[in-house]
T-cell receptor, first 115, second 113 residues
Framework: GNSVTQMEGPVTLSEEAFLTINCTYTATGYPSLFWYVQYPGEGLQLLLKATKADDKGSNKGFEATYRKETTSFHLEKGSVQVSDSAVYFC??????????????FGQGTTLQVKP | GAGVSQTPSNKVTEKGKYVELRCDPISGHTALYWYRQSLGQGPEFLIYFQGTGAADDSGLPNDRFFAVRPEGSVSTLKIQRTERGDSAVYLCASIKRGRIEAFFGQGTRLTVV
Protein backbone atom coordinates (compact mmCIF):
# COMPACT_ATOMS: atom_id res chain seq x y z
CA GLY A 1 0.00 0.00 0.00
CA ASN A 2 0.88 3.65 -0.18
CA SER A 3 2.96 5.15 2.63
CA VAL A 4 5.16 8.08 3.57
CA THR A 5 8.22 8.02 5.82
CA GLN A 6 9.78 11.16 7.27
CA MET A 7 12.92 11.64 9.28
CA GLU A 8 12.28 11.68 12.98
CA GLY A 9 12.49 14.89 14.90
CA PRO A 10 12.87 17.13 16.58
CA VAL A 11 15.30 18.91 14.32
CA THR A 12 17.02 21.76 16.14
CA LEU A 13 18.91 24.38 14.16
CA SER A 14 20.37 27.80 14.69
CA GLU A 15 18.99 30.72 12.72
CA GLU A 16 20.38 30.96 9.17
CA ALA A 17 21.36 27.28 9.11
CA PHE A 18 20.57 25.01 6.15
CA LEU A 19 17.56 22.75 6.54
CA THR A 20 16.85 19.32 5.08
CA ILE A 21 13.90 17.18 6.14
CA ASN A 22 13.93 13.82 4.42
CA CYS A 23 10.78 12.26 3.01
CA THR A 24 10.48 9.01 1.09
CA TYR A 25 7.34 7.35 -0.18
CA THR A 26 5.91 4.10 -1.44
CA ALA A 27 3.09 4.35 -3.92
CA THR A 28 1.39 2.63 -6.80
CA GLY A 29 0.90 4.77 -9.85
CA TYR A 30 2.01 8.39 -10.01
CA PRO A 31 1.14 10.29 -6.84
CA SER A 32 1.19 14.01 -6.27
CA LEU A 33 3.46 15.02 -3.40
CA PHE A 34 2.98 17.73 -0.81
CA TRP A 35 4.55 19.39 2.17
CA TYR A 36 2.17 20.78 4.77
CA VAL A 37 3.21 22.90 7.75
CA GLN A 38 1.53 23.31 11.13
CA TYR A 39 2.63 26.40 13.05
CA PRO A 40 2.00 26.46 16.82
CA GLY A 41 -1.68 27.00 17.50
CA GLU A 42 -2.64 27.00 13.84
CA GLY A 43 -4.11 24.58 11.33
CA LEU A 44 -2.35 22.64 8.59
CA GLN A 45 -1.28 24.81 5.67
CA LEU A 46 -0.07 23.72 2.28
CA LEU A 47 3.57 24.74 1.91
CA LEU A 48 4.37 23.38 -1.56
CA LYS A 49 3.47 20.65 -4.01
CA ALA A 50 4.74 18.72 -7.04
CA THR A 51 2.58 16.69 -9.37
CA LYS A 52 5.06 14.80 -11.57
CA ALA A 53 8.60 13.50 -11.62
CA ASP A 54 11.35 16.16 -11.60
CA ASP A 55 8.90 18.92 -10.68
CA LYS A 56 10.23 21.32 -8.07
CA GLY A 57 7.77 22.86 -5.63
CA SER A 58 8.80 26.06 -3.90
CA ASN A 59 7.33 28.59 -1.48
CA LYS A 60 8.64 30.96 1.22
CA GLY A 61 12.23 29.91 0.49
CA PHE A 62 11.45 26.21 0.88
CA GLU A 63 11.99 23.78 -2.01
CA ALA A 64 11.38 20.12 -2.70
CA THR A 65 12.00 18.10 -5.87
CA TYR A 66 9.92 15.07 -6.89
CA ARG A 67 12.48 12.30 -7.40
CA LYS A 68 10.84 9.22 -8.86
CA GLU A 69 14.08 7.23 -9.10
CA THR A 70 14.68 7.52 -5.36
CA THR A 71 10.99 7.89 -4.40
CA SER A 72 11.85 10.97 -2.39
CA PHE A 73 10.58 14.51 -1.82
CA HIS A 74 13.06 16.07 0.60
CA LEU A 75 12.29 19.54 1.96
CA GLU A 76 15.13 22.10 1.92
CA LYS A 77 15.67 25.71 2.90
CA GLY A 78 18.92 27.58 2.61
CA SER A 79 18.59 29.79 5.67
CA VAL A 80 15.99 29.09 8.35
CA GLN A 81 14.42 31.68 10.61
CA VAL A 82 12.96 31.40 14.09
CA SER A 83 9.53 31.88 12.50
CA ASP A 84 10.00 28.61 10.58
CA SER A 85 9.65 26.64 13.83
CA ALA A 86 6.72 24.32 13.21
CA VAL A 87 5.76 20.72 12.46
CA TYR A 88 6.26 19.70 8.82
CA PHE A 89 4.28 16.90 7.18
CA CYS A 90 5.08 15.17 3.92
CA UNK A 91 2.05 13.71 2.14
CA UNK A 92 1.01 12.02 -1.07
CA UNK A 93 -2.18 11.58 -3.00
CA UNK A 94 -2.87 9.24 -5.86
CA UNK A 95 -4.73 11.14 -8.57
CA UNK A 96 -5.34 7.85 -10.34
CA UNK A 97 -7.83 6.98 -7.61
CA UNK A 98 -9.97 9.94 -8.62
CA UNK A 99 -9.73 11.23 -5.09
CA UNK A 100 -7.01 13.85 -5.00
CA UNK A 101 -7.68 14.96 -1.45
CA UNK A 102 -7.28 11.51 0.05
CA UNK A 103 -3.86 12.21 1.46
CA UNK A 104 -1.47 9.86 3.18
CA PHE A 105 0.71 11.73 5.65
CA GLY A 106 4.03 11.03 7.25
CA GLN A 107 4.25 11.25 11.02
CA GLY A 108 5.55 14.83 10.96
CA THR A 109 8.91 16.37 11.79
CA THR A 110 9.20 19.09 14.41
CA LEU A 111 11.62 21.89 13.54
CA GLN A 112 12.94 24.16 16.28
CA VAL A 113 15.01 27.15 15.19
CA LYS A 114 16.97 28.96 17.88
CA PRO A 115 18.08 32.59 17.58
CA GLY B 1 -16.14 32.25 4.65
CA ALA B 2 -12.46 32.90 4.20
CA GLY B 3 -11.35 29.49 5.39
CA VAL B 4 -12.57 26.13 6.61
CA SER B 5 -14.37 26.58 9.90
CA GLN B 6 -14.70 23.83 12.49
CA THR B 7 -16.76 23.92 15.65
CA PRO B 8 -16.35 23.43 18.49
CA SER B 9 -12.60 23.97 18.75
CA ASN B 10 -12.52 21.82 21.87
CA LYS B 11 -14.91 19.18 23.13
CA VAL B 12 -14.67 17.19 26.34
CA THR B 13 -17.15 14.37 26.71
CA GLU B 14 -17.68 11.41 28.95
CA LYS B 15 -17.10 7.87 27.75
CA GLY B 16 -20.24 6.46 26.19
CA LYS B 17 -21.70 9.81 25.14
CA TYR B 18 -22.62 10.94 21.64
CA VAL B 19 -20.81 13.87 19.98
CA GLU B 20 -21.22 15.89 16.81
CA LEU B 21 -18.41 17.84 15.18
CA ARG B 22 -19.20 20.44 12.54
CA CYS B 23 -17.28 21.54 9.46
CA ASP B 24 -18.10 24.53 7.29
CA PRO B 25 -15.95 24.34 4.12
CA ILE B 26 -14.75 27.18 1.94
CA SER B 27 -17.63 28.50 -0.12
CA GLY B 28 -17.79 26.83 -3.52
CA HIS B 29 -15.52 23.92 -2.62
CA THR B 30 -17.26 20.74 -3.70
CA ALA B 31 -15.02 18.14 -2.08
CA LEU B 32 -14.90 17.74 1.71
CA TYR B 33 -12.69 15.45 3.79
CA TRP B 34 -12.49 14.40 7.41
CA TYR B 35 -9.21 13.33 8.98
CA ARG B 36 -8.20 12.27 12.47
CA GLN B 37 -4.86 13.23 14.01
CA SER B 38 -3.63 11.46 17.09
CA LEU B 39 -0.92 13.00 19.24
CA GLY B 40 2.46 12.92 17.54
CA GLN B 41 1.08 11.44 14.33
CA GLY B 42 0.12 12.66 10.91
CA PRO B 43 -3.55 13.03 9.98
CA GLU B 44 -5.36 9.86 8.87
CA PHE B 45 -8.15 9.88 6.30
CA LEU B 46 -11.66 9.09 7.52
CA ILE B 47 -14.23 9.98 4.87
CA TYR B 48 -14.66 11.97 1.65
CA PHE B 49 -17.72 13.73 0.25
CA GLN B 50 -18.18 14.91 -3.32
CA GLY B 51 -21.31 16.99 -3.09
CA THR B 52 -23.85 15.42 -0.77
CA GLY B 53 -22.80 11.79 -1.01
CA ALA B 54 -20.04 9.99 0.84
CA ALA B 55 -17.86 8.88 -2.06
CA ASP B 56 -15.30 7.09 0.11
CA ASP B 57 -15.81 6.15 3.77
CA SER B 58 -13.06 3.53 3.88
CA GLY B 59 -11.20 5.32 6.68
CA LEU B 60 -13.99 5.25 9.25
CA PRO B 61 -12.68 3.00 12.03
CA ASN B 62 -16.00 1.34 12.92
CA ASP B 63 -19.76 1.79 12.78
CA ARG B 64 -19.78 4.20 15.72
CA PHE B 65 -18.52 6.85 13.30
CA PHE B 66 -20.83 8.43 10.77
CA ALA B 67 -20.77 11.65 8.74
CA VAL B 68 -23.32 13.56 6.69
CA ARG B 69 -23.35 16.48 4.30
CA PRO B 70 -27.05 16.89 3.49
CA GLU B 71 -26.91 20.02 1.36
CA GLY B 72 -23.46 19.65 -0.12
CA SER B 73 -21.90 22.29 2.10
CA VAL B 74 -21.69 21.92 5.89
CA SER B 75 -20.75 18.47 7.17
CA THR B 76 -21.21 16.85 10.57
CA LEU B 77 -19.10 14.01 11.91
CA LYS B 78 -21.02 11.97 14.45
CA ILE B 79 -19.50 9.61 16.97
CA GLN B 80 -21.71 7.32 19.05
CA ARG B 81 -20.78 5.66 22.35
CA THR B 82 -17.48 7.49 22.52
CA GLU B 83 -14.42 5.67 23.82
CA ARG B 84 -11.22 7.05 25.33
CA GLY B 85 -9.38 5.90 22.20
CA ASP B 86 -11.46 8.33 20.14
CA SER B 87 -9.58 11.23 21.75
CA ALA B 88 -7.78 13.07 18.94
CA VAL B 89 -7.93 16.20 16.81
CA TYR B 90 -10.52 15.86 14.06
CA LEU B 91 -9.63 17.84 10.95
CA CYS B 92 -11.80 18.89 8.06
CA ALA B 93 -10.50 19.92 4.65
CA SER B 94 -12.08 21.14 1.44
CA ILE B 95 -10.92 21.26 -2.17
CA LYS B 96 -12.11 23.32 -5.09
CA ARG B 97 -13.28 21.37 -8.14
CA GLY B 98 -10.42 20.77 -10.54
CA ARG B 99 -7.73 21.57 -7.98
CA ILE B 100 -5.58 19.34 -5.79
CA GLU B 101 -4.75 21.66 -2.88
CA ALA B 102 -6.61 20.77 0.29
CA PHE B 103 -7.43 23.59 2.72
CA PHE B 104 -7.67 22.48 6.34
CA GLY B 105 -9.59 23.85 9.26
CA GLN B 106 -8.00 24.27 12.67
CA GLY B 107 -9.63 21.12 13.92
CA THR B 108 -11.73 20.02 16.85
CA ARG B 109 -9.81 18.59 19.78
CA LEU B 110 -11.96 15.81 21.21
CA THR B 111 -11.16 14.48 24.66
CA VAL B 112 -13.09 11.50 25.99
CA VAL B 113 -12.80 11.12 29.77
Amino acid sequence: GNSVTQMEGPVTLSEEAFLTINCTYTATGYPSLFWYVQYPGEGLQLLLKATKADDKGSNKGFEATYRKETTSFHLEKGSVQVSDSAVYFCALSDPGSGNTGKLIFGQGTTLQVKP
Amino acid sequence: GAGVSQTPSNKVTEKGKYVELRCDPISGHTALYWYRQSLGQGPEFLIYFQGTGAADDSGLPNDRFFAVRPEGSVSTLKIQRTERGDSAVYLCASIKRGRIEAFFGQGTRLTVV
